[in-house]
């Protein structure tokens, strides 16, 4: 199944989607992996983040030896949370009043627009069923500092004042984590017997600070629809 859909999503894209997937998948891993070797340093850093707090007139509150990006998602958590994000979004486009527990407000003139071409497409139709999704990693982007936990390897060969300069303005902040993912999907629209093929991107953004990790839930700020086809029946 995932095969023939992401070919599919290729030849319209004319580009390959494998790879960005990979890469995004290696970096996420990475980041979890990087954030349990920087426990072991985090008195160094708190260190730095106290006497900033400091100079900026406010507190900094860390008791014994604080951990580090607290709340990290594997690349398999952050999948399913994304494939899950994504049938959310794809069922709103059937229903005008349909409640999410994912806030989709920033996406609504997406949404309306789906549900004009559903009418025109699939009238008569009395809802959806997914029947086929594939979902992708596209990027990961945040602040510099997830790129320099990426980098980390092994405790014995950190370059302490080289790790705080990449991570100490991190400490004090929080920035927005953005997940860039593509789904790839087939749908039925019962009781027609037309199907649907899509490839949507969607961005999926969430707060991140380099102590807490993940702050909040993640919110779909973006949804684009790359490719789009109609047919009785697809190709496999």
Not at 18 to 27: N, R, Y
Not at 138 to 153: F, H, T, W
Not at 167 to 194: N, V
Request: overall charge negative; charged content about 30%; aromatic content about 6%.
């Amino acid at each position: 199944m995932a095969r023939h859909l992401l070919s599919w999503a290729e030849r319209g894209l004319q580009k390959g989607l494998e790879e960005p997937h990979l890469q995004t998948t290696v970096f996420i891993d990475a980041i979890g992996r990087s954030s349990r070797i920087l426990t072991a340093v985090s008195p160094f850093l708190v260190s730095i983040a106290r006497l900033r707090f400091w100079l900026h007139g406010r507190s900094f509150q860390a008791d014994g030896t604080p951990e580090l990006v607290r709340n990290w998602n594997t690349s398999e958590e952050f999948l399913q949370g994304a494939e899950q994000a994504y049938r959310h979004v794809i069922l709103a486009t059937t229903k005008p009043a349909w409640e999410s527990d994912v806030d989709l407000s920033r996406v609504r003139p997406w949404l309306e627009e789906q549900q004009a071409l559903k009418s025109r497409d699939f009238p008569g139709s009395d809802g959806l069923k997914l029947t086929k999704l594939l979902v992708q990693f596209q990027s990961l982007a945040g602040p510099r500092s997830l790129e320099a936990l990426q980098e980390i390897r092994d405790i014995t060969r950190l370059n302490k004042e080289e790790l705080k300069d990449k991570l100490e303005q991190d400490l004090l902040s929080e920035t927005k984590l953005k997940l860039d993912i593509l789904a790839i999907a087939e749908a039925q629209h019962p009781p027609l017997s037309t199907k649907e093929r899509r490839a949507d991107r969607l961005l999926l953004e969430s707060s991140f600070d380099l102590r807490e990790g993940i702050t909040s839930d993640f919110t779909v700020a973006e949804v684009e629809t790359l490719l789009r086809d109609t047919a009785e029946n697809f190709e496999e």
